[in-house]
T-cell receptor, first 116, second 109 residues
């Protein structure tokens, strides 16, 4: 199947700093990318949806100025957590889909963010 | 609103069969996915149904009834490695994925 590469796999940062997470589709054009957050023992929570070349659509309650999403090309989307706080510590997962309604979503490996 | 319901947790015995149900109410329907997620890892694709009926793939099968807004994932010959969360996701009329909360499956020897 298609491959989505997410980097880094884990990161520890100090409170107040910013962290960038990359999501790349390696062998297909990802017209849509999704960013999720998952707290321990909880379900995936969609943060935002981004279409290549357009501004991301954020879910209710997600601060767009804090979680900056860029989807500048058909193979790369980035999520930047700005001015991170300990409560931002979580598992962040990206997924990507190609064009067409029946295409499955391929997931990145996820990024474990710990803010200290 | 849009809603997907799955049982929170299920327990089954190694070697047995288990059926995980998923009911949905969404604005439109363009298919239903099942994913498996082990703790601390990203979900992995299991199946996709868009037409009514049963799709079989090895030990795993997925069933869909669009008129009933219902799907199930059937796991046969359970193995310990099948212990994971199983996520049901529906593609709505805007081609967005709507996720269920997942069913934690515990396999006992």
């Amino acid at each position: 199947g298609a491959v989505v590469s997410q980097h880094p796999s884990w990161v520890i940062c100090k409170s107040g700093t910013s962290v960038k997470i990359e999501c790349r589709s390696l062998d297909f054009q990802a017209t849509t990318m999704f960013w999720y957050r998952q707290f321990p023992k909880q379900s995936l929570m969609l943060m935002a949806t981004s279409n290549e070349g357009s501004k991301a659509t954020y879910e209710q309650g997600v601060e767009k100025d804090k979680f900056l999403i860029n989807h500048a090309s058909l193979t790369l989307s980035t999520l930047t957590v700005t001015s991170a706080h300990p409560e931002d510590s979580s598992f962040y997962i990206c997924s990507a889909r190609g064009p067409g309604g029946d295409t499955e979503a391929f997931f990145g490996q996820g990024t474990r963010l710990t803010v200290v | 609103g849009q809603n997907i319901d799955q049982p929170t947790e299920m327990t089954a015995t190694e070697g047995a069969i288990v059926q995980i149900n998923c009911t949905y109410q969404t604005s439109g329907f363009n298919g239903l996915f099942w994913y498996q997620q082990h703790a601390g890892e990203a979900p992995t694709f299991l199946s996709y149904n868009v037409l009514d009926g049963l799709e079989e793939k090895g030990r795993f099968s997925s069933f869909l009834s669009r008129s009933k807004g219902y799907s199930y994932l059937l796991l046969k010959e359970l193995q310990m490695k099948d212990s994971a969360s199983y996520l049901c996701a529906v593609v709505d009329s805007n081609y967005q994925l709507i996720w269920g909360a997942g069913t934690k499956l515990i396999i006992k020897p």
